[in-house]
C-alpha cells in the first residue's frame, strides 16, 4: 500500500501498531471482539487524512483511543514524535492538542448551557491566564471563525435554538477553544441535512488550511472523502486495507471492499458542482 512521508519538524499525530479487543462474555463462555488490528497512520500539521468504512469497521474506536477515551491493548499513540501522555498535566496537555468534533452535534452540547458557556469553559480549563473579559472575546473570535455571526447574537442562544448545521459549527468553534493543532471528526455531518453538509465540510476544510491542522475526518463516504482529503486510508473488519494519495485510492481502487464503497457513493462530478455550488454561497475561494 502507498505511504506518504511526513518532513521532519513537521508537527504530527502518530497511531502506531494500535489494537483493540473487546472481551464478551455470555454466561460462563467468553469471545474476543477485534476491533481494531495493528493499525498505524501518522496525520501531518495542514493535512487531512480519511479513514473510510462502514459501520462496524472500527472507526470509532479508533477515534476513541486517539481521544484517550479508550485504552489500545496494545501499540502507543505518538504527538511530535514522543508518547502521548496517559495522566495529569502530560494528559491535559495532550487534550489541548488534540479535539475531537462528535457526530451528533446535539448529543454533544448541554441543552442547558448557552452557546458562550459552550465555548468559554474550555477557555478557561486550558488558558487560566485569561481574564474574564478576554474569554469572552476570545469565544466571540471563535464564533466568527466558524462563520455564526453576529457572534453577540448566538453567544447568549441555547443549542435548541440553533440549526443542525449551525450546531456543528459551535462544536467545531469549542473544539478550537483549548488551541487544538489535531482535530479528530467523527462523521461530522452524517446527522446534517444534505443542503449543508458541504458547507461545514467546507468550513473545516477552510480551518485546516488557515490554521495548519492535521485533521483525522472519518466517514463512511468515499466521495466527501475525496474532495476534502489529502490521503486516504480504508478500514475493513478493523484493518487498513488501502491506503494512498485521495485521487489514486478513488480512481484506482485494488481492494474490493474499496470497489464496494465507491459503488454506494455518489457521482463524484455532481459532488464537486454542489461542493463550488457551496464555496460560492458562502463566499469562499
Known amino acids: 500500500m502507498t505511504t506518504t512521508h511526513t518532513p521532519v519538524g513537521v508537527p504530527t499525530l502518530e497511531a502506531r501498531n494500535l489494537v483493540k479487543d473487546f472481551h464478551l462474555r455470555s454466561g460462563l463462555k467468553t469471545t474476543t ?3 481494531v488490528k495493528d493499525v498505524s497512520f501518522t496525520i501531518a500539521a495542514g493535512k487531512t487524512v ?3 468504512g462502514e459501520s462496524g469497521s472500527g472507526k470509532s474506536t479508533i477515534a476513541r483511543m486517539l481521544m484517550k477515551l479508550e485504552t489500545p491493548t496494545r501499540g502507543e499513540i505518538l504527538l511530535d514524535g514522543k508518547p502521548s501522555g496517559t495522566r495529569g498535566n502530560a494528559l491535559a496537555r495532550y487534550r489541548s492538542d488534540v479535539q475531537m468534533v462528535f457526530q451528533d452535534p446535539f448529543a ?3 441543552p442547558f448551557h448557552t452557546i458562550a458557556h459552550h465555548l468559554e469553559r474550555p477557555l478557561r480549563l486550558h488558558h487560566p491566564e485569561l481574564s474574564g473579559v478576554q474569554v469572552r472575546e476570545r469565544a466571540l473570535e471563535l464564533l466568527d471563525r466558524v462563520k455564526l455571526t453576529p457572534a453577540a447574537g448566538f453567544a447568549d442562544r441555547r443549542p435548541h435554538e440553533l440549526s443542525g448545521g449551525q450546531r456543528q459549527r459551535v462544536a467545531i468553534a469549542r473544539a478550537l477553544a483549548p488551541g487544538a493543532r489535531f482535530i479528530v471528526a467523527d462523521e461530522p455531518v452524517s446527522m446534517l441535512d444534505v443542503s449543508i453538509r458541504l458547507g ?3 468550513l473545516l476544510a477552510d480551518l485546516q488550511r488557515e490554521e495548519n491542522l492535521g485533521v483525522l475526518y472519518i466517514t463512511h463516504d468515499l466521495a466527501t472523502a475525496r474532495h476534502f ?3 486516504i486510508m480504508v478500514l475493513y473488519h ?3 486495507v488501502e491506503r494512498g494519495p485521495a485521487d489514486e485510492v478513488i480512481l484506482n481502487p ?3 471492499y474499496t470497489k464496494t464503497l465507491l459503488g454506494a457513493a455518489p457521482e463524484p462530478d455532481n459532488l464537486g458542482r454542489l461542493r463550488d455550488e457551496v464555496r460560492q454561497e458562502l463566499g469562499s475561494t
Open 33 to 35: 471482539l477485534h476491533a
Open 200 to 202: 461545514v465540510l467546507n
Open 50 to 52: 480519511a479513514l473510510v
Open 229 to 231: 482529503s489529502d490521503e
Open 238 to 240: 478493523g484493518d487498513v
Open 254 to 256: 485494488r481492494h474490493e
Open 108 to 110: 454533544s452540547l448541554n
